[in-house]
Structure formats: C-alpha cells, structure tokens
C-alpha cells in the first residue's frame, strides 16, 4: 500500500454529515476525511423532520382515496413540497454555510480513525444504508442511475458520537478510481 493516498470526492449527505467537495486520504493504518461536516443535533433534526412530512403524506393519501375528499390530496401534495424544500435547504444551506464557516477560520474538519475500523466497504448501489434511503426514497433512482460504479461507500467510527457512520463518496469517473479507493480501505 502507498504511504499516503489521496482522493477528491464529492461527499453524499449521509450518517457521516460530511458533504459536498471532499478529501479522502488513506495511508497504511488511518483512513482522514477532511470537508464541510454539519453537526450531530442539526443533522438528525434535518432528517427527522424529513421522515415527519414524507410520513405524514401516506395518512393524507389513504384519507384522500378512502373519504374522497380532495382536499386531503391537496393536503399530501403540500407535505411532499414541504419535504423537497426541506432536503433541498438543508442540502444546500447546511454545507454551504459549513463552507462559508470553515473558509473563515482556514480549514475544514477532518475526521480520522484506524483503517482497521472501516467496515462494509461497496462500490454502486448500496450507499443509502440503515434507513437512509426510507428518508431519501424520491432520491434513491435518480442518485443510483447517475452514480453508477462512481459512489463508493463504507462504515466507520463516525468521530463524534462513539457510533459507526455510513462515508458515501462520489468519485469522478468509473472503474479505476473507485476501486483503488475500495481496495485501500479493505487494506488490500
């Protein structure tokens, strides 16, 4: 293995808060991601109240269909537009502010752990991991169709809380890349 390897990846918002342009390093025993990261609270708040109104709708659409009362479409529609406004704030606002943020104190958070810890490590299909995807559902297709061979994803210490973390990294191109990541996080 290299002494030091280093990788830029676009970071999917998952359980490891990291998003957006990242750096991937790996060297014989440490795995560092340094990037914009939100915080534990703000993360879990932003995906609850995405889980609360793309829940909300599936009652809304049943009392739709079974009362035959349209407004409780328009009620459902209105909870689906809540929902892509709120994932597409947070997207946006939350790791772009972590930029601004980490631009003006010279530096973003680097997270580390022992290469050792990486656990689970895949390439495509696969990223949206231990409920993710029930939150990202109208996401998932899209993301999988245009990210094919290019998302490679892992779990390990997520730094903070003393749980594991789902690390999801889109690469630039297919094949090469994603699998000389793949394989250095399996030690290989």
Do not use: C
């Amino acid at each position: 293995m290299a002494t030091n390897t280093s990788f830029e990846v676009y970071g999917y918002r998952t359980s490891s808060r990291f998003g957006s342009r990242l750096e991937v390093s790996v060297d014989s025993r440490t795995v560092s991601v340094t990037g914009p990261r939100v915080g534990v609270t703000i993360y879990r708040l932003w995906i609850a109240l995405q889980a609360a109104f793309l829940t909300l709708t599936v009652p809304a659409l049943l009392a739709a269909v079974i009362l035959w009362d349209w407004r409780y479409l328009v009620t459902a529609l209105a909870l689906v537009l809540v929902y892509w406004f709120m994932n597409a704030v947070g997207t946006f606002a939350l790791w772009e502010f972590q930029t601004i943020t980490s631009f003006d104190r010279a530096g973003y958070q680097t997270t580390s752990f022992p290469l050792s810890a990486v656990k689970r490590v895949k390439i495509g299909r696969g990223w949206a991991r231990n409920g993710l995807w029930l939150v990202i559902l109208p996401f998932i297709a899209p993301l999988n169709k245009q990210s094919a061979g290019r998302v490679m994803s892992f779990e390990a210490p997520d730094g903070n809380t003393g749980q594991d973390a789902v690390y999801a990294f889109h690469m630039r191109t297919e094949g090469d890349a994603p699998r000389a990541l793949a394989k250095l996080l399996e030690g290989k």
